[in-house]
């Protein structure tokens, strides 16, 4: 691991963009290929470069374990709690229309809300996932 | 005509790739190439317009489970054991329920029409109304987040029991090791 300075500049370099990337397909989903699963793939595979280039430690002072394993369930919780919202509403679960004035609007922010806790889910168990078998080489 | 040259082309590598993933012992050489067997598949959905799952299938079948696979690996040996017992019955039983599998394929409708089945259902519908209903162009999304909820929020469901059930059986071990947190 002395060689590894073009790798970590290289790393340096390429990470927000990953990020950047990662909220792009998250957020431009409803106009084009991506959403939920795909960004939060890319936003776990951020953290776990950065764990790999830089050694489990840094990353996880960056992005603390319990913080990913409250990740897990938060994503459920937000998704099935756009549910009871709508229920709450009047309507049927997770039938996004009347969250906004407009039915066709409320369904646009159901699901932009959706599919956030899709992304808080999967970034979440990717990333500890990989934390708890990298944790195991100590 | 191109478009069926490159999805034969990328066919005969994947079965290239399995062939090498079967062949080879040396488990490194293994992950990579079913690496590039998932990779290979993303670009066959790509070729048949499925970009949605082509994105997926390129980000958790050839980049993340490729990591954690090779992550695994550095915790257990690179060379697979050799197996004791004779590979014939697995053999028949892989090559019999591919036979049937095949035969399964018969009875499919013809391969990309319009008038299979699947297309006559609720397709139609989605395709019609899911821009006025949702004001979302991306039809998948809508499918996906809004009609389908239920699916989704199931598949969601499925990935926290995965997360969960990894860190209880991996985790919970450590922290009794410490005598400290994990522990139940």
Do not use: W
């Not at chain 1, 290289?10 to 290929?33: E, R, S």
């Not at chain 1, 002072?61 to 009047?90: C, D, K, N, Q, Y």
């Not at chain 2, 991306?138 to 598949?155: F, I, K, P, Q």
């Amino acid at each position: 691991m002395i060689l590894d300075t073009i790798l970590r500049v290289g790393a340096k370099l390429f990470i927000p963009f990953i990020l950047l990337f990662a909220l792009y397909v998250q957020f431009h989903g409803d106009y084009g290929p991506g959403g939920g699963f795909q960004a939060g793939v890319a936003a776990g595979a951020m953290v776990i470069f950065y764990a790999i280039t830089f050694g489990l430690p840094a990353a996880q002072r960056i992005v603390p374990p319990t913080v990913v394993e409250i990740m897990i369930p938060l994503g459920v919780a937000i998704f099935a709690g756009v549910g009871i919202v709508s229920l709450m509403l009047g309507a049927n679960y997770l039938d996004y229309s009347p969250l906004a004035h407009e039915p066709e609007h409320g369904q646009h922010l159901g699901i932009l809300l959706v599919e956030f806790g899709v992304l808080v889910t999967v970034a979440g168990t990717m990333t500890s996932i990989f934390y708890t078998f990298a944790g195991r080489f100590e | 005509m191109i478009e069926s040259l490159i999805t034969f082309a990328l066919l005969v590598l994947m079965a290239a790739a399995a062939l090498g993933v079967v062949r080879l012992h040396d488990l490194f050489a293994v992950v990579i190439l079913s690496g590039t067997y998932s990779f290979l598949l993303a670009t066959v959905l790509v070729v048949f317009d499925a970009v949605d799952v082509a994105m997926t299938e390129a980000a958790v079948g050839a980049g993340m489970s490729t990591v954690l696979m090779l992550t695994v690996l550095g915790l257990t040996k690179m060379e697979e054991t050799l197996p004791v017992h004779t590979p014939l019955l697995p053999l028949a039983v892989a090559g019999i329920t591919g036979a049937v599998l095949i035969y399964a394929t018969l009875d499919l409708p013809e391969f990309g029409i319009a008038e299979a089945p699947i297309h006559q259902h609720v397709a139609p519908y989605y395709l019609e109304h899911s821009i006025e209903q949702t004001t979302v162009p991306n039809v998948v999304t809508a499918v996906l987040a809004s009609y389908r909820g239920y699916d989704t929020l199931g598949e969601v469901t499925v990935i926290f029991t995965a997360g969960i059930g990894v860190l209880l059986l991996l985790k919970g071990r450590r922290g009794r090791g410490k005598g400290g947190e994990g522990a139940a």
